[in-house]
């Protein structure tokens, strides 16, 4: 099912036909190639006009240089993908599929079908009928308007659209102010950090940012946080569009989430003198645990610790200065930025292993599950395609790993 319509037609219009619902059902799946291959099937047109038209479609524009669709002529063969039901012989999917492209009744269905497959239904000998060769249909009235209305129902669903003051999902429900406003982490350095030179986010989440404001066609305002906390309720309260945080079930009662895009490992750190030495040690009475306030690794060991307490820092960067401060026994975090604090601090050390594995996944505002469904399949994409991995290269990212395809 859809999860938004086209807007209605202008007041005083004839009303237009829509999408066929297979290149609707694709693009609601974030499928553009898909989507491509059913309309040009269904309608002739080139890979870049169609390719160019769909994509305005998705941001809910009219094409920059309007939409003309190639005229289908008189006797011209039956789409592809029904051709194919028909020559395995399978009529009544022949008839489904052709519906389903043209938005034809039953019985215009049937009946094309029938003079495009009447090689496979004459008797010996009779070969094709009225001088058609097999596959091709009948120029029919009835049939030519179906044929004239498919060439053309792209251009009036753009025109329709262009004049619409909403844009379509999922850039209504991903960017409904008209940008995306992408949640940035400071608190997590294996996802964002600041540029060197001039302060600038960057890292693997404002890559993928950057990228889902292009292909929905809006601007990218990059709101930073230096706790996953407050990202946490920046996504509850809506005040940002997209994030990028830990899979956890207490996070999920307050914004939707799609697969995991990266794995990451959390580890303890320790004093040089201490004598806990593994991380199954650290679970005792006498131990106290700093986390940043909010991150995963609270919500994690909240759930998990049975003796040792736990020490809340206002962020996850700081768990290491306040254990040191307050003279405490363990520090816990993203185990490459508990790595860097013990080259900054002497005397620390981290212990061997990891205590928990981290799941990153983008998240969003309860309420939007079209766009979750898009944000799903844009994330499956972007590791599929190797986007994910070039980034965390590019940005120098090590002990991070590409999560594996979502089921």
């Known amino acids: 099912m859809n999860d938004s319509n086209p807007p209605p037609p202008p007041h005083?219009?004839?009303?237009?036909?829509?999408?066929?619902?297979?290149?609707?059902?694709?693009?609601?799946?974030?499928?553009?190639v898909e989507a491509i291959q059913l309309m040009r099937a269904g309608t002739g047109l080139g890979l870049k006009e169609t390719k160019d038209a769909l994509e305005a479609y998705m941001r809910g524009e009219a094409p920059?240089?309007?939409?003309?669709?190639?005229?289908?002529?008189?006797?011209?063969p039956l789409p592809a993908q029904v051709q194919e039901a028909l020559d395995q012989g399978n009529k009544i999917e022949a008839v489904r599929r052709l519906r389903g492209l043209t938005g034809m009744g039953l019985k215009e269905a049937k009946d094309a079908v029938e003079a495009g497959g009447i090689g496979l239904d004459a008797g010996p000998g009779t070969g094709t009928s009225e001088g058609l060769s097999p596959g091709q249909v009948r120029n029919s009235n009835s049939l030519w308007w179906w044929l004239v209305a498919l060439a053309i129902?792209?251009?009036?669903?753009?025109?329709?659209?262009?004049?619409?003051?909403?844009?379509r999902a999922?850039?209504?429900?991903?960017?409904?102010?008209?940008?995306?406003?992408?949640?940035?982490?400071?608190?997590?350095?294996?996802?964002?950090?600041?540029?060197?030179?001039?302060?600038?986010?960057?890292?693997v989440s404002v890559d993928l940012s950057r990228e889902l404001g292009r292909r929905l066609g809006v601007p990218v305002e990059l709101v930073t946080f230096t706790s996953a906390g407050k990202v946490v309720e920046a996504v509850r309260d809506a005040q940002v569009d997209i994030a990028f945080v830990a899979i956890d079930p207490v996070r999920g009662a307050d914004m939707l989430q799609t697969p995991p895009y990266v794995i990451i490992e959390g580890a303890y750190l320790v004093r040089n003198d201490s004598p806990i030495r593994r991380n199954e040690e650290v679970d005792q009475a006498a131990h106290r645990i700093v986390v940043?306030?909010?991150?995963?690794?609270?919500?994690?060991?909240?759930?998990?610790?049975?003796?040792?307490?736990?020490v809340k820092a206002p962020t996850s960067p700081a768990v290491t200065d306040v254990m040191v401060a307050q003279n405490l026994e363990v520090a816990a975090g993203v185990k490459q930025q508990l790595e860097a604090d013990a080259k900054r601090l002497p005397g620390l050390r981290l212990l061997p292993g990891r205590f928990m594995v981290i799941n990153q996944a983008m998240g969003l505002p309860k309420g939007r599950e079209a766009g979750a469904r898009y944000l799903a399949s844009f994330i499956e994409e972007m590791k599929a395609s190797g986007f994910v991995a070039q980034a965390l290269a590019r940005h120098g990212i090590q002990g991070a790993a590409v999560a594996p395809p979502g089921r």
Request: aromatic share 4%; with cysteine; glycine share 12%.
């Open 12 to 32: 005083g219009s004839n009303p237009a036909p829509s999408l066929p619902q297979p290149v609707q059902d694709a693009l609601q799946r974030g499928n553009l």
């Open 64 to 76: 920059a240089g309007g939409f003309a669709p190639k005229a289908l002529p008189a006797g011209a």
């Open 170 to 203: 999922p850039v209504a429900e991903l960017a409904p102010s008209g940008k995306l406003k992408a949640a940035i982490n400071f608190g997590n350095p294996i996802l964002a950090v600041k540029d060197a030179a001039g302060g600038e986010p960057r890292g």
């Open 292 to 310: 940043g306030n909010g991150s995963a690794y609270d919500l994690y060991l909240s759930r998990e610790l049975k003796a040792a307490k736990l």
């Open 153 to 167: 129902l792209a251009l009036a669903a753009f025109a329709l659209l262009g004049c619409a003051a909403a844009p």
